[in-house]
């Protein structure tokens, strides 16, 4: 069986797809896409650790929780990431 799929002709309109890779793990996934070259995608990393992102090919980055972790990762404790995102709320 075959799909066939119509499309309108909206290529004035285009989609903006945002890649938001947050912790080790995401930016890991981002630099893995980056390196695959994955194109016309925003790249956006966000963690706690300075150094990760740092290292993260992402051409956005976003650090949270300096106060939380100073600057360290959340050592993967939910309860302190959530922190650290809560942190910067505001």
Same mark, same amino acid.
């Given at each position: ?16 797809l945002k890649? +938001? #890779? ?12 980056? *390196?695959? $070259?994955? @194109?016309?995608? =925003? ?20 650090? +949270? #929780? ?12 939910? *309860?302190? $990431?959530? @922190?650290?995102? =809560?942190?910067?709320?505001?």
């Amino acid at each position: 069986m075959t799909l066939a799929i119509d499309f309108a002709d909206n290529s004035h309109q285009r989609a903006k797809l945002k890649v +938001i #890779g947050v912790g080790g793990a995401g930016g890991n996934a981002i630099n893995r896409m980056i *390196d695959e $070259g994955l @194109r016309g995608v =925003e790249f956006i990393a966000i963690n706690t650790d300075e150094q990760a992102l740092e290292i993260c090919k992402a051409p956005m980055k976003v650090q +949270i #929780g300096t106060k939380t972790t100073q600057a360290l990762g959340a050592g993967a404790d939910p *309860d302190k $990431g959530r @922190r650290a995102a =809560e942190e910067d709320r505001s």
